[in-house]
C-alpha cells in the first residue's frame, strides 16, 4: 500500500501562482509515490496494489502524476486469476495545494475521499502520468477520486505516447471545461477496437471546478464548456508543430454487447478553433488560447439539453458496423511565432479527412464534444461489474475529468488482429460463419520484458476466465502442444469468446503478443470449399510517433494466393457444386456441434428413398451413411443430375430428426432447398428465411441458473461447491442409484478450476473425479450448459466461508424445448429448510445463513447468541515490479 506520499520541492511552503518560476514551476517532475525515469525503464503494476492519497506539487509541462510519473514501458493490469483484483487509485492529487473535497481521510490526511470541487494549478494525471517516448498498456485498475490542476483527472498520457486501454468504464467524472469523461489534446489520436472498449456515462463539465476565475463562462451561459462525456480540440493549436489532423472512433456499443446499439451520440457544444483545451494564463497563454467556444453561435452545436427536442445526434447505424470515424481538420493554420516552428498560415488539411470514409460532418475549423445518451439503462450496471478499468469521481481543472491524452490512446486490448472471409467470386462477404486454427512458437514470439512467461498472450490477466482454470482447456484458449513449444487456438466467426466482431464474415481477435502467426482456414462457410492456403501475419510492438497503429496485413506461406481486395486481409472461398452442404453449430459459440441426425422429404413431407436417415460422419471407420463429409457437425450429400448416384434435381426439406445431446428442440426443425442441374453443373439453394437460409443450423445448449446468496440481504456470496446427480431421464424414468452420472460443481467466481470441467468416462458416477463446468464469472453465480435433458438433484457439498452447510437438496428438470428459466426447487419432504426464491425477473436464489456461535457466560449458557461475522482477507496478488531509474523531483 501506498500512502500519503509526496513529490513536494519545498514542504510547506506555498508555490504561488502570479509567477511561472517557484519552487512547483518543474517540468518532467512528479510522481507522489513512484517516479520511474527514462525511455528503457519498465514498470508494471498488477494486482491488490492500494494507492492512496499520494500527491505531487510540480506544475509545468510534463509534470504531474500524483501517486505515478513513468517514461518507458507501462503496465497497469488486474491480478492474472479468476478474482481479478484491481490495483486501486483513490484520492491522489497532481496540484500545487490539496483540492477541495467533500471531507478528508483522518487516517490519510491528504487523500481525497470525494469528487474535487475546486482544483488550483498543478500536473496532468492526477493518479498516473505518462512521459513522452512511453508506451502503456492500462489493462486493470480502479481509479476514483483523483484530481489533477491540469489536465486527465485519473489518467493523463503525454505526446509521442501509446497507450492501449482495455474494457474501461468512466463515469461521474468532472472536467472544468471540455471532456468530463475523456478528453484528446490537438495533436490526440484514438482508434477502437471492434469490441467498444470504453463505456462514457453520466459525467459532466462545470467550469466552477477551476481555479482560475479568468476561465468562467460569462454569466447565464455556457460558453466556457462542452463535451460532458467526450471532448476533442480542433488540431489547429498543434498546425506549426506539423500536426494536420486527428481521429476518433466513435462506436454506438459497448464491450457489453456487440449486437447491438448501447448509446447515442449528440452535440454538446462546440469548442473553438482556436481552444487548445490546456494553455490558459497559469501555463502562458490565456482563456481564449484555452478554453473558447462556439456554442450555439452562427449555426454551431449549442450544449445538450435533455429537455430539448434540438439536439443534434450524431447519425450512426447498424450498416456502419456500429461505428463512425471522426476526422478534425482545418482551412488554415497558425503562422510560425518565435519559437522557430513552421509558417502555417497557408496549410489546408480538408483532405485529410475526404475520401477516407470519414465521418466528418461539422468537423472543420472547429473541435467536437459530445454527450452520451444510454438507451439501455441496464448496460450501466453490466458495464460497471465486468469492466476491467473503473474511472469514477475524478476531476480535472482543465480537460479531461476521467482520462485525458496528448497522444495515441487505443482502446483495444493489446494487441489486435482481423481479417475478413469472402466469396472468391463475387467479393462480397460471405453468410455463415467459418472456423480457423492460429498456430506460433516460442522462437516466434518476441522476448517479454513485462515478468511475464513467454506465451501468445500480451496480457495473461485477461484471457478469458475458463483459459486461467486447471483441467482441459478448451480449444478457444491458446493451449501448448506435447513438444512444449508449439502454441495453438481455434477461432470460430461470431464466437463471442474470440471473436470480437459481429459481422459474419468479418473477424477480430485481440491480446496477441508481438510475434509471427500462421493462419488456416479449418471449417469453411456453408456452401464454400475449403481454403487450403496457410497465411501468415507479424504483430509487432506499438510505436511512440502519434500515429495510429496498423493491424498487420496477411501474406501466404503455402498454397495458392486467394487475398481478394485491396486491404490485404480478405481471404476469398470458392463456392461448391455437385454437392449439399449443411453445418450444424451451436448458437452461443458457433462452433460446430456433433451427434445430429437428419432426413431429406419432398415438399409434402414424404420421405425420399435412401434419406431416411443422414447420421452424422464424424470419421470413425465402418460409416455406411450418406454424409460425405468427415468432420464432425458438418455435412456433405453428393448431387447428380440423372438422380441415380446422387440427389436429383427437385424441391425438397431438411428435416432434424435428433437433437444433439446437451442441446434443447428448436422451433424450426425443417429447412426447404432446391437441386437444380444447368449447362452441367448443379447445384444446391436454400430457400427458406430465417434460421438455415445459409446452411447453418443452430442448436441452443440447454441452461440452468442459480445464485448462492446471503439469507438476509440476498447479496451474492462466492465458495460455495456442489454435488450434482441425474436422477431421472428426460420421459421421467428413474434412474437407478448404481447408474446416476455424478459431477462436482465449484464456483467458477471464486476458483478457477470451477470454469472448466473434467471427466473420468471409467467412473462416470463418482462426482471426485468428474466436474461440469460453471461458466458464470462472477462469485456465487451459477451457469450450467449443455446437460442433458433429465431431472436433476443438487447438493451443496461446502458453503460459503462464514456460512452454515445446508443440510437440503434441491431438484430441477430440464425438458426437450427450451425453457426461458429452468426452475429449482427444494427436493420433495425439505419441509421446514429455506426454500428457494425466484424473482419476478427470473432466476433461482439459494440461501445460506451466517455461522452462529453460542458464547457462555459464567454460570452456564444464555438464550442470547452471537452472529459470528468472519473477515476473510484474501491474498490479493499484489505486484510492483520496476526496472530502470528512479530519483525525487
Known amino acids: 500500500m501506498f500512502t500519503g506520499n509526496s513529490q513536494d520541492p519545498d514542504p510547506g511552503q506555498s508555490c504561488g501562482l502570479e509567477t511561472n518560476d517557484g519552487p512547483c514551476w518543474r517540468g518532467t517532475a512528479g510522481g507522489g509515490a513512484i517516479y520511474s525515469t527514462g525511455t528503457a525503464s519498465s514498470l508494471t503494476i498488477q494486482g491488490g496494489v492500494t494507492f492512496k492519497g499520494n500527491y505531487a506539487k510540480a506544475r509545468n509541462f510534463g509534470s504531474g502524476g500524483g501517486a505515478i510519473w513513468a517514461q518507458g514501458k507501462l503496465w497497469i493490469r488486474n491480478s492474472a486469476d479468476a478474482s481479478a483484483n484491481k490495483p486501486v487509485f483513490e484520492g491522489n492529487w497532481a496540484s500545487i495545494s490539496q483540492p477541495t473535497a467533500p471531507a478528508t481521510n483522518k487516517d490519510i490526511p491528504t487523500m481525497l475521499t470525494g469528487p474535487a470541487t475546486q482544483v488550483t494549478a498543478g500536473g496532468a494525471g492526477g493518479a498516473v502520468f505518462l512521459m513522452n517516448n512511453s508506451t502503456a498498456f492500462i489493462t486493470g485498475g480502479d481509479y476514483r477520486n483523483n484530481a489533477s490542476g491540469y489536465l486527465g483527472g485519473a489518467i493523463y498520457t503525454e505526446e509521442s505516447t501509446t497507450t492501449y486501454v482495455g474494457r474501461a468504464v468512466a463515469w461521474e467524472n468532472t472536467a472544468g471545461h471540455f471532456g468530463g469523461g475523456l478528453w484528446f489534446c490537438p495533436s490526440g489520436n484514438s482508434a477502437a477496437s471492434k469490441g467498444g472498449n470504453i463505456a462514457l456515462f453520466d459525467n459532466k463539465v462545470n467550469d466552477t471546478l477551476d481555479a482560475n476565475t479568468d476561465n468562467r463562462s460569462t454569466a447565464g451561459t455556457q460558453n466556457k464548456t462542452a463535451g460532458s462525456d467526450l471532448a476533442i480540440m480542433n488540431p489547429y493549436h498543434k498546425s506549426r508543430y506539423r500536426i494536420r489532423s486527428n481521429t476518433f472512433q466513435l462506436m454506438d456499443t459497448w464491450f457489453t454487447s456487440r449486437d447491438s446499439s448501447t448509446v447515442d451520440w449528440y452535440w454538446d457544444g462546440t469548442p473553438s478553433l482556436y481552444a487548445s483545451g490546456y494553455q490558459d494564463k497559469w501555463l502562458g497563454g490565456d482563456a481564449d488560447q484555452s478554453v473558447s467556444t462556439y456554442n450555439g453561435v452562427d449555426g454551431h452545436a449549442n450544449r445538450y ?387 438455415g437460409m445459409s446452411g447453418e443450423i443452430e442448436n441452443t445448449p440447454t441452461r440452468v441458473s442459480w445464485t448462492k446468496v446471503d439469507a438476509g440481504s440476498h447479496t451474492a456470496i462466492g465458495g460455495a461447491e456442489w454435488k450434482l446427480v441425474r436422477i431421472k431421464t428426460v420421459d421421467g424414468t428413474p434412474i437407478g442409484s448404481d447408474e446416476q452420472p455424478a459431477w462436482t460443481v465449484l464456483d467458477c467466481g471464486s476458483d478457477q478450476n470451477g470454469c472448466t470441467g473434467q471427466t473420468d468416462d471409467k467412473h462416470p458416477t463418482d462426482a471426485s473425479g468428474n466436474r461440469w463446468a460453471d461458466s458464470d464469472t462472477t462469485a456465487g453465480g451459477f451457469t450450467l450448459e449443455r446437460l442433458e435433458p433429465g431431472t436433476y438433484k443438487l447438493t451443496e457439498t461446502k458453503a460459503p466461508d462464514g456460512y452454515t452447510l445446508a443440510q437440503v437438496s434441491y431438484e430441477f428438470t430440464i425438458g426437450h424445448t427450451e425453457t426461458a428459466d429452468v426452475r429449482i426447487d427444494l427436493s420433495a419432504g425439505a419441509n421446514g429448510m429455506i426454500p428457494v426464491t425466484h424473482p419476478d425477473e427470473g432466476g433461482n436464489l439459494i440461501a445460506n445463513v451466517r455461522t452462529v456461535a453460542a458464547l457462555p457466560f459464567t454460570g452456564g449458557m444464555t438464550e442470547r447468541s452471537m452472529l459470528a461475522y468472519g473477515l476473510l482477507l484474501a491474498g490479493a496478488g499484489a505486484v510492483v515490479w520496476m526496472i530502470g531509474g528512479r530519483r525525487r523531483a
Not at 475529468?401 to 482502446?411: I, P
Open 305 to 691: 439539453d435533455e429537455n430539448s427536442t434540438n439536439n443534434v445526434k450524431i447519425d450512426i447505424t447498424t450498416a456502419d458496423n456500429h461505428s463512425v470515424t471522426t476526422c478534425l481538420y482545418y482551412t488554415y493554420g497558425r503562422d510560425q511565432g518565435n519559437d522557430g516552428q513552421i509558417d502555417a498560415t497557408n496549410i489546408n488539411t480538408q483532405a485529410d479527412c475526404t475520401g477516407k470514409g470519414y465521418y466528418q460532418d461539422g468537423f472543420g475549423n472547429q473541435g467536437l464534444a459530445l454527450k452520451a445518451d444510454v438507451t439501455n439503462a441496464t448496460e450501466k450496471d453490466n458495464a460497471q461489474s465486468t469492466g476491467q478499468i473503473l474511472i469514477s469521481g475524478n476531476g480535472a481543472r482543465l480537460s479531461g475529468g476521467g482520462f485525458g491524452s496528448n497522444g495515441v490512446v487505443v482502446f483495444d486490448s493489446p494487441y489486435s488482429m482481423s481479417w475478413n472471409k469472402a466469396d472468391a467470386n463475387t467479393k462480397d462477404l460471405v453468410t455463415s460463419s467459418s472456423t480457423w486454427k492460429i498456430t506460433t512458437t516460442n522462437a516466434q514470439l518476441e522476448d517479454r520484458d513485462d515478468g511475464e512467461e513467454k506465451s501468445p498472450y500480451m496480457a495473461p490477466s485477461m484471457r478469458p476466465a475458463q483459459c486461467q482454470a486447471g483441467g482441459t482447456l478448451p480449444k478457444t484458449c491458446w493451449q501448448k502442444d506435447e513438444d512444449d513449444k508449439t502454441w495453438s487456438v481455434t477461432v470460430t466467426d461470431n464466437d463471442p469468446t474470440r471473436d470480437n466482431d459481429n459481422t459474419i464474415g468479418a473477424i477480430s481477435i485481440d491480446n496477441l503478443a508481438p510475434g509471427t502467426y500462421t493462419l488456416k482456414e479449418t471449417v469453411p462457410p456453408t456452401g464454400y470449399e475449403l481454403n487450403p492456403t496457410e497465411y501468415v501475419f507479424t504483430i509487432k510492438a506499438a510505436g511512440t510517433d502519434n500515429t495510429v497503429p496498423e493491424q498487420p496485413k496477411l501474406s501466404i506461406q503455402t498454397g495458392s494466393d486467394q487475398l481478394v481486395g485491396s486491404d490485404g486481409r480478405t481471404i476469398g472461398d470458392k463456392p461448391v457444386t455437385g454437392v449439399l452442404q449443411w453445418k450444424k453449430i451451436s448458437s452461443t459459440t458457433k462452433q460446430t456441434i456433433d451427434d445430429s441426425e437428419w432426413t431429406i422429404t419432398d415438399t409434402n413431407g414424404k420421405t425420399v428413398n435412401g434419406y431416411a436417415s443422414i447420421a452424422d460422419n464424424t470419421g470413425a471407420d465402418g460409416y455406411q451413411g450418406k454424409d460425405q463429409n468427415k468432420t464432425a457437425g458438418l455435412f456433405e450429400i453428393k448431387l447428380d443430375a440423372t438422380g441415380t448416384q446422387g440427389l436429383g434435381p427437385g424441391d425438397y426439406k431438411l428435416v432434424e430428426s435428433k437433437v444433439p445431446s446437451g442441446y434443447w428442440q428448436p422451433t424450426t426443425k425443417e429447412y426447404p432447398f432446391t437441386v437444380q442441374s444447368e449447362s452441367g453443373t448443379i447445384t444446391a439453394t436454400w430457400t427458406g428465411t430465417g434460421m
